[in-house]
């Protein structure tokens, strides 16, 4: 493991040293706790959000097809995150920061994987995103869960800041870039499930009807199929 010099006047590293220095001081158990909430807590928290947003959002929506949609797309987009970035991993080729640098307290350690960028940002930013899409309210919620997530990839020294950065980029991208493709498909898929035994799924038994087309649109229709 090398010392690389000058590592003050970089701020990708100094930023890395200051939030992982909380790691040397902290008590074994708060590291380790942290360690389960950057592993798998925050992904659980991150997943029972658009669980609720489902359930209790989504499905009691005037427009539930294309709610359901939208929550179901947060979860996709994260998945696809999450595939893109094996490419981006092998492009870059960035090395783990511990491997660079003397003095980091490792609590995690990522195997033969790269670091840029983050796997564990770029699904949680998808999935935020994405819920902030249907909910402001616990798209707001997913965007803090995400944030701890990246924050705790650093503490634990796993994670260049710009690594998480770069994830949180990568996750909202491929969530909004994709997101009109997606959301028409889905959409569609969504409405077709109304019709079916599947149609709590979309929305909530004695929840508001799906509005029906105006009487002038019906008409354009009969007109457009004669």
């Not at 590293?13 to 992982?20: A, K």
């Not at 690594?163 to 996750?171: E, I, K, N, P, Q």
Request: hydrophobic fraction near 50%; include cysteine.
């Amino acid at each position: 493991m090398a010392k690389v010099a000058n590592d003050s006047v970089n701020p990708d590293i100094s930023l890395l040293r200051d939030i992982n220095d909380f790691a040397k001081q902290a008590p074994h158990g708060v590291d380790r706790a942290v360690q389960f909430l950057s592993d798998y807590g925050l992904i659980a928290v991150a997943a029972v959000l658009a669980g609720w947003c489902w359930w209790r959002v989504a499905r009691r929506s005037a427009d539930a097809p294309a709610a359901v949609a939208g929550v179901l797309w947060a979860v996709l987009a994260g998945g696809l995150a999450l595939l893109l970035n094996i490419p981006v991993r092998a492009f870059v080729h960035r090395p783990r920061p511990y491997t660079e640098h003397d003095g980091l307290d490792v609590l995690v350690h990522g195997g033969h994987h790269y670091s840029f960028v983050s796997d564990h940002a770029a699904l949680t930013g998808a999935v935020a995103v994405g819920l902030f899409m249907v909910s402001r309210r616990l798209g707001a919620a997913a965007l803090l869960v995400a944030l701890a997530e990246g924050i705790s990839r650093i503490y634990l020294g796993a994670h260049y800041p710009t690594d998480v950065v770069g994830g949180f980029a990568l996750g909202a991208a491929t969530c909004l870039l994709l997101a009109p493709l997606a959301l028409a498909l889905l959409t569609a898929l969504t409405t077709s499930l109304t019709t079916t035994r599947l149609a709590f799924l979309i929305r909530r038994p004695g929840g508001p009807a799906i509005p029906s087309p105006a009487p002038q649109q019906r008409a354009d229709d009969k007109g457009l199929a004669a």
